[in-house]
């Protein structure tokens, strides 16, 4: 009795995780099944609906040296409505990394394009960087432990360029308090504040200590003209970090910077003084 009862709940655990991957299998048919809405790149604006770490393909130091500025293996993807890539279709030859490049973009994430209030599939064009191996300081400094976010403070500047790039800096102290300072191109020049989470504040700083921060060399600068800086600082338990950016991907800089700059603004909720989104109205009503 005791074999043929478990025979029996095997039989019944089998059957619901049937129903399960149908009912998932239907699910993405049915996403597979919607119109595709070709974007272009003003209209995929790819940076903000990025999701997950960033990744690229690391060559070797001296295929580095021989490759042109800015080599990237591009594709044709599809996007889900739930922000999976379907497929991606090389649009350039791959510089012998196609492959690799192909299953670094089926494995990224976005955020879903939307539509008249839904989310939708869509065509865009995307890119998977070739760049030269991370490099971090000969000498690393150590993250500071113990650490509190007592006299904490995280500093994003990003410098203007030959075009429109945004020029601005924001501050976000280990209360929680945020500062920004809009200098141009921004939606909303000038000094600004907000608050964030002391919990928010020092889940960021835990990402700072994840990614080696310390342990970074202080600047990063490609021998190129034209672009924006970027400055990375951290003060915690009484020690700074400062890290230069200057297309600092293409000289090493590991990918985890632009993760932490990014995460930054994200926390910190820059795109509502930058660029304007909902937040911008009802944070001028509070800080009035």
């Known amino acids: 009795m005791q074999v043929r009862n478990s025979v029996i709940r095997a039989g019944c ?47 070797s130091a001296s295929e580095a040296a021989k490759l042109e500025f800015e080599s990237y293996v591009s594709f044709e993807i599809v996007v889900s409505p739930d922000g999976h890539v379907e497929s991606a279709t090389p649009t350039s030859d791959g510089k012998g990394h196609l492959e690799e490049a192909r299953a670094i973009e089926m494995a990224r994430r976005f955020k879903p394009w939307m539509q008249d209030g839904k989310n939708i599939r869509v065509a865009v064009t995307d890119y998977v960087e070739l760049l030269p191996p991370e490099r971090w300081a000969l000498d690393p400094l150590s993250f500071p432990e113990p650490w509190g976010l007592k006299g904490a403070e995280i500093k994003l500047s990003r410098s203007a360029c030959y075009g429109r790039c945004p020029d601005y800096t924001v501050v976000i102290r280990g209360d929680g308090n945020v500062h920004f300072t809009g200098r141009r191109f921004v939606q909303m020049p000038g000094d600004h504040e907000a608050h964030v989470s002391r919990d928010a504040v020092k889940e960021l700083v835990q990402k700072f200590e994840k990614a080696g921060f310390f342990a970074a060399d202080d600047k990063y600068i490609a021998l190129v003209t034209d672009n ?61």
């Open 13 to 59: 655990v089998l059957a619901l995780w049937a129903t399960a991957l149908a009912a998932i299998a239907a699910q993405h048919s049915k996403l597979s099944d919607q119109p595709i809405v070709k974007l272009d790149e003003n209209e995929a604006d790819l940076w903000e609906h990025a999701s997950g770490p960033m990744t690229a393909v690391h060559v």
């Open 228 to 288: 924006p800086t970027y400055t990375l600082t951290l003060k915690v338990a009484g020690k700074t970090k400062t890290v230069t950016d200057y297309v600092g991907t293409e000289v090493g800089m590991p990918l985890a910077i632009v993760e932490l700059e990014r995460d930054v603004d994200e926390l910190a909720g820059t795109e509502r003084w930058v660029k304007g989104n909902a937040q911008s109205a009802p944070s001028l009503k509070e800080e009035n």
